[in-house]
T-cell receptor
Framework: DTGVSQDPRHKITKRGQNVTFRCDPI?????LYWYRQTLGQGPEFLTY????????KSRLLSDRFSAERPKGSFSTLEIQRTEQGDSAMYLC??????????????FGPGTRLLVL | AQSVTQPDIHITVSEGASLELRCNYS??????LFWYVQSPGQGLQLLLK??????LVQGIKGFEAEFKRSQSSFNLRKPSVHWSDAAEYFC????????????FGKGTMLLVSP
């Protein structure tokens, strides 16, 4: 399967705990995006990587959130000291870089986080 | 900043009937337009996209969408809905600048009645 994969698919944690999610993009895709989707809303952009460089971060990404893509392949998203408001679906997407212009983003199945 | 409006939160359609889901965007130039579908608890699957050229675009699963510049709209249509089409549908736009992040509408939940 050459699609975007995410792990875990579901995570339940207690408030104050740290959690880490992993995303494996489609191989050879240089761009990787993280989005957050809360109930009844569309996905909202969190952060973007081009290869290993984190080039853009949304204001939604508080100091408790950190994302990495150390070798330009898989990426991790860590949330420290989780709060109940962090409960959401976290979606990862990847796209090829190409020479110019917008490229289609392909999404993974998401990680659903519930903070108790 | 660009925005996307999907005016209908829920739509119920009888199986076999036609479907149109509305999407309007707000941006000064022509953005790049997408429709994605999301089944319960799942990620997003791309249905179709518009970058340029013919304003009527065909997608997977029998869906099509028409870009109307004068109305800033990109409505999704299907001539005959199947029960398996029940899902949530998201319209999204991207700019041909920066890092092409997507801005999504709030989605329209499609219910299919027998």
């Amino acid at each position: 399967d050459t699609g975007v994969s995410q792990d875990p698919r579901h995570k339940i944690t207690k408030r104050g705990q740290n959690v880490t999610f992993r995303c494996d993009p489609i191989s050879e895709h240089n761009r990787l995006y993280w989005y957050r989707q809360t109930l009844g809303q569309g996905p909202e952009f969190l952060t973007y990587f081009q290869n290993e460089a984190q080039l853009e971060k949304s204001r939604l990404l508080s100091d408790r959130f950190s994302a990495e893509r150390p070798k330009g392949s898989f990426s991790t998203l860590e949330i420290q000291r989780t709060e109940q408001g962090d409960s959401a679906m976290y979606l990862c997407a990847s796209s090829p870089l190409g020479l110019a212009g917008v490229k289609t983003q392909y999404f993974g199945p998401g990680t659903r986080l519930l903070v108790l | 900043a660009q925005s996307v409006t999907q005016p209908d939160i829920h739509i119920t359609v009888s199986e076999g009937a036609s479907l149109e889901l509305r999407c309007n965007y707000s941006y000064g130039a022509t953005p790049y337009l997408f429709w994605y579908v999301q089944s319960p608890g799942q990620g997003l699957q791309l249905l179709l996209k518009y970058f340029s050229g013919d304003t009527l675009v065909q997608g997977i699963k029998g869906f099509e969408a028409e870009f109307k510049r004068s109305q800033s709209s990109f409505n999704l249509r299907k001539p005959s809905v199947h029960w398996s089409d029940a899902a949530e549908y998201f319209c999204a736009v991207a700019l041909n600048s920066g890092y092409s992040t997507l801005t999504f509408g709030k989605g329209t939940m499609l219910l299919v009645s027998p």
